[in-house]
């Protein structure tokens, strides 16, 4: 049986104009099938049935506190849970979530091109690409580092875009172990354009993500 994932958009911030083609995008990436939702109801319901939770460029509160509770319960008990990039500009009241992702959107630049370094290749989500990886994207920056914490998988190159401002080690996509239950949890900051769900290094990139954080690889 297909692993089944929660895509969830629900936006009460800035919505990204690239969130239709994101959605369209994810049952497209792999042997997956996907419920998406922007009902925060949906969230207290069990969730045990899904493989991994997708918090899919949402913004802003977007659980009610049962909701939170059971998201929780889901990652502690060995849920998987994958950030694609506005998900860390979500949820900044709630202090387990930002420890569940593992560092919170600070700014970004311009959209532009760049360089994204790859660190590890030992995981599904980057064994695919090039040590510098070309992209154009919005080059997050975190309000704190989460190396240390985090398996950090791509880091960003500020030289080769104008104005990050974390300095020469600049996480952009991690992936973390939570819990007890070893929950797997997997962000990549990269995302912000439609363009990028068309791109097949950006979507296997997702797919590495999103089937390492289901516990299939």
Known sequence: MAPRLLVYTRTTAFRHDSIPAAVAAVPTLGDFEVDHTEEPEAFERPLDGYAAVVFLSTSGEVLTPAGRERLAAYVEAGGGFVGIHAAACTEYDWPYYGELLGARFAQHPAYQPGKAMVEDHAHP????????????????????????????????????????RMGDDHPLAWCREHGAGNGRVFYTALGHAEEAYEDPDFRAHLLGGITWATGRS
Not at 132 to 150: H, S
């Open 125 to 164: 989500a980057t064994a695919h690409l090039p040590e510098v990886w070309q992209f154009t994207d919005e080059w997050y920056d975190f309000r704190t580092n989460p190396r240390g914490t985090v398996r950090v998988l791509i880091s960003a190159d500020e030289a080769s875009y104008e104005g990050g």
